[in-house]
C-alpha cells in the first residue's frame, strides 16, 4: 500500500470521525423542562409582569435566561404538536406570561383553568407577553 493511500484512508477516518463528534454536539438533545436546576428567582406573575411593562431593560437584566418559579392564576391551555402552552393571567391584566411545556412535563391532571400554580422555568423575554420556556409545575 502506498503511503498516499494510507494518507487518504486515514485522512478519511478523521473526518468521519469529526463529522460524527460534530452532529452528536450539534443535535445533541438538551434538557426538556429545568425540573432538576436550581431555582435563582421565586416571584409572583403580577409582579413579574409589572416589572417588564415599567421598565424592560431592568427586567431584562433581572430575569432574561434564568430559571424562575413564578406564581399565578391560570388563564388557559393550548396544546400543539410540541407541547402544551399555559397562559398565567390574572382576570383584569392585558397581557400575561406565556409557559410552555413539552409533552412529558406536562400534567393535566394538576392544571385547569382559574387554578393557582407553580411554574419553574427559563425566561426568554418580553412581547407583550412574558415568554417562559422549559417549564415545569412544581415546588
Same mark, same amino acid.
Given at each position: 500500500?502506498?503511503?498516499?493511500?494510507?494518507? =487518504? #484512508? @486515514?485522512?478519511?477516518? $478523521?473526518?468521519? %470521525?469529526?463529522?460524527?463528534?460534530?452532529?452528536?454536539?450539534?443535535?445533541? &438533545?438538551? *434538557?426538556?423542562?429545568?425540573?432538576?436546576?436550581?431555582?435563582?428567582?421565586?416571584?409572583?406573575?403580577?409582579?413579574?409582569?409589572?416589572?417588564?411593562?415599567?421598565?424592560?431593560?431592568?427586567?431584562?437584566?433581572?430575569?432574561?435566561?434564568?430559571? =424562575? #418559579? @413564578?406564581?399565578?392564576? $391560570?388563564?388557559? %391551555?393550548?396544546?400543539?404538536?410540541?407541547?402544551?402552552?399555559?397562559?398565567? &393571567?390574572? *382576570?383584569?391584566?392585558?397581557?400575561?406570561?406565556?409557559?410552555?411545556?413539552?409533552?412529558?412535563?406536562?400534567?393535566?391532571?394538576?392544571?385547569?383553568?382559574?387554578?393557582?400554580?407553580?411554574?419553574?422555568?427559563?425566561?426568554?423575554?418580553?412581547?407583550?407577553? @412574558?415568554?417562559?420556556?422549559?417549564?415545569? %409545575?412544581?415546588?
Amino acid at each position: 500500500m502506498s503511503k498516499r493511500i494510507r494518507f =487518504i #484512508l @486515514v485522512f478519511l477516518i $478523521v473526518a468521519l %470521525i469529526a463529522a460524527v463528534a460534530a452532529w452528536k454536539y450539534t443535535f445533541k &438533545k438538551s *434538557e426538556s423542562n429545568v425540573a432538576s436546576h436550581k431555582t435563582e428567582v421565586t416571584i409572583d406573575a403580577p409582579e413579574l409582569l409589572q416589572a417588564f411593562e415599567i421598565n424592560e431593560d431592568s427586567a431584562n437584566m433581572k430575569y432574561l435566561d434564568k430559571v =424562575i #418559579l @413564578v406564581s399565578g392564576t $391560570v388563564g388557559s %391551555i393550548s396544546k400543539d404538536s410540541l407541547g402544551y402552552t399555559v397562559y398565567l &393571567k390574572e *382576570e383584569d391584566a392585558i397581557s400575561g406570561i406565556v409557559c410552555s411545556f413539552d409533552n412529558a412535563s406536562f400534567d393535566s391532571a394538576l392544571v385547569k383553568p382559574g387554578s393557582q400554580i407553580n411554574v419553574k422555568g427559563i425566561c426568554t423575554g418580553y412581547l407583550m407577553d @412574558v415568554i417562559m420556556n422549559k417549564c415545569y %409545575i412544581g415546588d
